[in-house]
């Protein structure tokens, strides 16, 4: 296996397939060619939410927040994120963000394990 080199932003934005118009979300793992690690870049609009919970059997995942502002709810809890800031979330917890006025951007890397994540629409209401 060779390395590989390549921009976020030349991933295709997967999102709209999904239907999702709140964010952009580009995951890099098979452009990569990696097997084992996953990482996504998102770019969530300004007041806007994921849309849906998510949660993973035996992968753990750390977000880093690299640009923007907002919120994170994990289980239970609701903390302020911002620039420079890491969210860890070991598996089993439920998980969703939301952007701040000047939106959020967030890059999430963790293990891969394919089937491993169960989604909750509607999860997060306030």
């Known amino acids: 296996m060779e390395f590989r ?3 976020l932003t030349d991933i295709e934005d997967k999102a ?6 709140s964010l952009e ?6 452009e990569l060619g990696a097997d084992r690690i996953g990482l996504t870049s ?20 750390i977000y880093l927040i690299t640009s923007g502002s907002g919120r994170f709810k994990v289980d239970d809890d609701v903390v302020e994120v911002s620039e420079g800031e890491v969210v ?10 939301e952007a701040g006025d000047d939106g959020l ?7 891969h394990a ?4 169960k989604l909750e629409p509607g999860w997060w209401t306030d």
């Open 16 to 21: 709209p397939g999904y239907g999702v118009d």
């Open 5 to 7: 080199h390549l921009k």
């Open 114 to 117: 394919e089937g491993d994540a």
């Open 25 to 30: 979300a580009r995951p890099a793992r098979t």
């Open 42 to 61: 998102y770019r969530v609009k300004p007041g806007r939410r994921v849309g849906f919970g998510h949660r993973h059997e035996t992968v753990e995942e």
């Open 105 to 111: 951007e967030v890059v999430a890397f963790g293990g």
């Open 88 to 97: 860890y979330c070991p598996p089993q917890v439920m998980r969703e963000w």
